[in-house]
């Protein structure tokens, strides 16, 4: 069964901080990798995504690490702010055609302490 | 225009109830999708519909029943449902790679 498994559960970090959530997959069948942001209440947004075929995206604050050969991408946030704490959901798209059904890591709650 | 929106945001219901979530998207997608939200939980896919025609069911219970009527709506009909089926219910909608969600309907069954 095609599983994306997602560490830190938690994360508490300082204001200016860097926080780092990493994800891992086991199937190479997947050609996209979108992090979502989630607030409470509200529904997930897509934050940044990179394809197998680069390894590092960078938008503002953003980075997401990507090691093909170890099945393995992470989220970096760099100067994290109180307004960045949610919950941070990684993800792959299932290869082929256009549907683009994703399969979600369980998330990372995300605490920036001011 | 790129938003998918969701009505109503709240929606209470008892177990006899019929009650329907709606979902629209402007951007031309012709992907949409109903997921399922549990507290603390990621999303889990119910249907996804793929040019209008429902392409995925994920052995998801006959009290919910989706309904594409154009390209730009989905409709999620609700009969019957049971106390554990309260969640927040995702509507999305995808072009190739990117999917976009809507805000949710809070749904709590009584």
């Known amino acids: 069964q095609q599983q994306v498994k997602q560490s830190p559960q938690s994360l508490i970090v300082q204001k200016g901080g860097i926080s780092i959530i990493n994800c891992a997959y086991e199937?190479?069948?997947?050609?996209?990798f979108p992090w979502y942001q989630q607030f409470p209440g509200k529904g997930p947004a897509l934050l940044i995504a990179i394809r197998p075929d680069v390894s590092e995206k960078k938008e503002g604050r953003f980075t997401i690490s990507f090691n093909k050969s170890a099945k393995q991408f992470s989220l970096h946030i760099m100067d994290s702010q109180p307004g960045d704490s949610a919950t941070y959901f990684c993800a792959a798209r299932g290869y082929g055609g256009s549907q683009g059904n994703l399969i979600f890591g369980k998330g990372t709650k995300l605490s920036v302490k001011p | 225009d790129t938003e998918v929106t969701q009505t109503p945001k709240h929606l209470v219901m008892g177990m006899t109830n019929k009650k329907s979530l709606k979902c629209e998207q402007h951007?031309?997608?012709?992907?949409m999708y109903w997921y399922k939200q549990k507290a603390k939980k990621p999303p889990e896919l119910m249907f996804v519909y793929s040019y209008e025609k429902l392409s995925i069911n994920e052995s998801v219970p006959s009290r919910f029943s989706p309904e594409c009527p154009n390209s730009s709506l989905l409709n999620l009909h609700l009969h019957a449902l049971q106390p554990e089926d309260s969640a927040l219910y995702l509507c999305?909608?995808?072009?190739?790679?990117?999917?976009?969600f809507g805000p949710g309907t809070r749904l709590t069954v009584l």
């Open positions: 999305a909608s995808s072009q190739e790679w990117v999917q976009f």
């Open positions: 951007m031309g997608h012709r992907a």
């Open positions: 199937n190479t069948a997947f050609d996209y």
